[in-house]
């Protein structure tokens, strides 16, 4: 069956989302919007997964953790999680992996941890708008041991995809999905990237904004609709 998906979503944890992007705004956007499934996927950190986690189940959505992490190339990659706790532990690695540079919410905006009744209750001290000390290497063997997929971000954009900073896509790292921006004509840029024909795409909104999460247009063909089944898939 074909579920309507948005795996690449960011919460007010993220310095350039909206402050509206709350656990349960974005839960009843999604609903909204009629997807099946949503992922959240803040720059660098697993602060809000909790609480998006307790909303969706609350409100029946399907909900997959995740992290969009900035590798030491300065290439986004989405990692997606099949469970909270493996999430969990993927934050605690990729805080672990983060300079210690202060955040300036004066420049970047700020980095709200927000609990499952949308109260703000802290904020991401640190930077996380910046590279980690991760190669592309090493999250893809973090998250693959984590059993998670890893898919490289907007591979259509110019900067902070595999293809614009690497200027190609290693092999050896294995991966099977692509994403490609909200943006993006999906037909177009298959016709024009015959190179890629080896990987399937994928499109996610990369939503900071609540009206930014896509409609039923994202589409997975899924034997089961949970969170293991659809990060199996993927990865
Ligand atoms: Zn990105
Ligand atoms: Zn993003």
């Known amino acids: 069956m074909k579920y309507a998906v948005d795996l690449h979503i960011h919460s007010a944890a993220s310095p350039c989302a909206d402050k509206d992007m709350t656990p349960n705004n974005i839960v009843n ?3 909204v919007k009629g997807l099946d499934a949503i992922a ?22 399907v909900f997959i953790p995740g992290i969009e ?18 999430a969990l532990e993927l934050h605690t690695i990729v805080q672990n992996a983060l300079p ?3 955040n300036r919410t004066d420049i970047f905006g700020s980095q709200l941890i927000i609990d499952e009744n949308d109260m703000t209750i802290g904020q991401e001290q640190r930077m996380l708008l910046t590279a980690t000390n991760l190669s592309i290497d090493d999250i893809s063997a973090v998250v693959r041991r984590l059993g998670g997929a890893v898919i490289p971000a907007h ?14 896509i290693p092999q050896e790292l294995g991966f099977r999905y692509l994403e490609i921006s909200r943006s ?18 994928i499109q996610s909104s990369d939503a900071h904004y609540l009206g930014d999460i896509l409609e039923r247009c994202s589409m997975l ?15």
Do not use: Q, W
Not at 40 to 61: R, S, W
């Open 29 to 31: 956007m999604a609903l």
């Open 40 to 61: 959240v996927t803040d720059h660098n950190t697993g602060a809000n997964l909790k609480a998006v986690a307790l909303c969706a189940k609350k409100a029946g959505l």
């Open 69 to 86: 992490v900035e590798t030491s190339e300065e290439v986004h990659v989405v990692c997606l999680l099949p469970d909270l706790d493996r």
């Open 100 to 102: 210690d540079i202060m």
């Open 155 to 168: 591979v259509d954009r110019t900067s902070y995809s595999i293809i614009s900073n690497l200027g190609f």
């Open 184 to 201: 993006c004509d999906k037909y177009g840029y298959r016709a024009s990237h015959p190179e890629l024909d080896r990987y399937r795409l």
């Open 221 to 235: 063909e899924l034997e089961g609709l949970n969170a293991d089944a659809i990060v199996t898939y993927l990865a």
